[in-house]
């Protein structure tokens, strides 16, 4: 960064108890609005955002990433990739009201965190540290986040840039459960699955179906030989057509305990590209909304 080295800082004083109170908060007003987006709720809209908010990280110039907060400066935040997330931003934003010591960064990556667990996912260890910056410098250039219309060698490449390997890169694949896709944002349209409020490994055993070419005037993508309802990009599609993938997602197909022990690692580690963190800095671990109540 201009500044130097993104060197986490947490907010003085605060801890785990603090950071449990906004997870609590975002995952109550998640439960508020289930019936968002056709049923989708804001799982789906929050993983999406953390993402991108990490995803465009560079480790060959590092560049990037979640650390700066910068996606709500153009040219990160009128990058066609990111059409949509302003929900995200913006169901959020109350909590960085409510909350002014936490940075853009970490309320955007907690928001993803908090998603994955309340939808039945995996644990997912998430660090705090983020720092807000204003200075252009710090943001990203356009055309690092992924165009959905490639190819499996691209989709190779593109994770390796952010430091992942075949493994991982195929397990994130597998967030792909939740939410959906919408023409007025990417061009494309519909869920993955039919339980997209749901963190399972349906994405995996779905992939391994039949699926053809979706005959619309829209963006080529694929639907599913069974239902015609359900949906794959061909970036998706390119995970059974790569044998360095499909071997991964035969395996998460038949085993879910191993997609959530890769995914919450693979993510853990997304959502901290180009952040780093002093020695001995321990991860948090929060409790879902369940295990409070129970
Ligand atoms: Fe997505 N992704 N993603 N994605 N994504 C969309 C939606 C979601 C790609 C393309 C798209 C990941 C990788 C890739 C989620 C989470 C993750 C959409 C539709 C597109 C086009 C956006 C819209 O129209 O609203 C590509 C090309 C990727 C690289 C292969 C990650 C692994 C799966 C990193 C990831 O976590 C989620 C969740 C959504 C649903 C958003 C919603 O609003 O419901």
């Given at each position: 960064?201009?500044?130097?080295?993104?060197?986490?800082?947490?907010?003085?004083?605060?801890?785990?108890?603090?950071?449990?109170?906004?997870?609590?908060d975002?995952?109550?007003k998640?439960?508020?609005?289930?019936?968002?987006?056709g049923?989708?709720?804001?799982y789906?809209?929050?993983?999406?955002?953390?993402?991108?908010?990490?995803?465009?990280?560079?480790?060959?110039?590092?560049?990037?990433?979640?650390?700066?907060?910068?996606?709500?400066?153009?040219?990160?935040?009128?990058?066609?990739?990111?059409?949509?997330l302003?929900?995200?931003?913006?169901f959020?934003?109350?909590?960085?009201v409510?909350?002014?010591?936490?940075?853009?960064?970490?309320?955007w990556t907690?928001?993803?965190?908090?998603?994955?667990?309340?939808?039945?996912?995996?644990?997912?260890?998430?660090?705090?540290?983020?720092?807000?910056?204003?200075?252009?410098?710090?943001?990203?250039p356009?055309?690092?986040?992924?165009?959905?219309?490639?190819?499996?060698?691209?989709?190779r490449?593109?994770?390796?840039?952010?430091?992942?390997?075949?493994?991982?890169?195929?397990?994130?694949?597998?967030?792909?459960?939740?939410?959906?896709?919408?023409?007025?944002?990417?061009?494309?349209?519909?869920?993955?699955?039919?339980?997209?409020?749901?963190?399972?490994?349906?994405?995996?055993?779905?992939?391994?179906?039949?699926?053809?070419?979706?005959?619309?005037?829209?963006?080529?993508?694929?639907?599913?030989?069974?239902?015609?309802?359900?949906?794959?990009?061909?970036?998706?599609?390119?995970?059974?057509?790569?044998?360095?993938?499909?071997k991964?997602?035969k395996?998460?197909?038949?085993d879910?305990?191993?997609?959530?022990?890769?995914?919450?690692?693979?993510?853990?580690?997304?959502?901290?590209?180009?952040?780093?963190?002093?020695?001995?800095?321990?991860?948090?671990?929060?409790?879902?909304?369940?295990?409070?109540?129970?």
């Amino acid at each position: 960064g201009v500044a130097g080295p993104n060197i986490a800082k947490v907010p003085s004083g605060k801890g785990l108890k603090d950071y449990q109170e906004i997870y609590n908060d975002i995952a109550g007003k998640i439960e508020e609005n289930l019936d968002y987006d056709g049923g989708a709720g804001f799982y789906g809209q929050l993983v999406r955002l953390s993402w991108h908010a990490s995803g465009t990280y560079d480790k060959n110039t590092k560049t990037g990433g979640s650390f700066y907060g910068s996606m709500i400066y153009d040219p990160e935040s009128s990058d066609g990739a990111n059409a949509g997330l302003a929900a995200g931003r913006d169901f959020l934003y109350e909590f960085a009201v409510k909350y002014p010591w936490i940075s853009r960064g970490d309320l955007w990556t907690l928001g993803g965190v908090v998603a994955v667990q309340e939808s039945g996912g995996p644990k997912v260890p998430w660090r705090p540290g983020r720092v807000d910056s204003f200075d252009k410098r710090d943001i990203p250039p356009p055309g690092n986040l992924p165009d959905a219309s490639e190819d499996g060698k691209y989709v190779r490449n593109l994770f390796k840039r952010m430091g992942f390997g075949d493994r991982e890169t195929v397990a994130l694949i597998g967030a792909h459960c939740l939410g959906k896709c919408h023409t007025h944002n990417s061009g494309y349209e519909g869920p993955w699955g039919p339980s997209f409020n749901m963190f399972t490994n349906d994405f995996f055993v779905r992939l391994l179906q039949g699926w053809h070419v979706r005959k619309w005037d829209g963006p080529k993508q694929y639907e599913d030989d069974e239902s015609n309802s359900f949906m794959m990009l061909p970036t998706d599609i390119a995970l059974k057509e790569e044998s360095y993938f499909l071997k991964y997602v035969k395996l998460y197909a038949a085993d879910q305990d191993l997609f959530f022990k890769d995914f919450s690692k693979a993510y853990a580690a997304l959502l901290e590209l180009g952040v780093e963190y002093p020695r001995g800095s321990k991860p948090f671990l929060f409790k879902t909304i369940d295990e409070q109540e129970s």
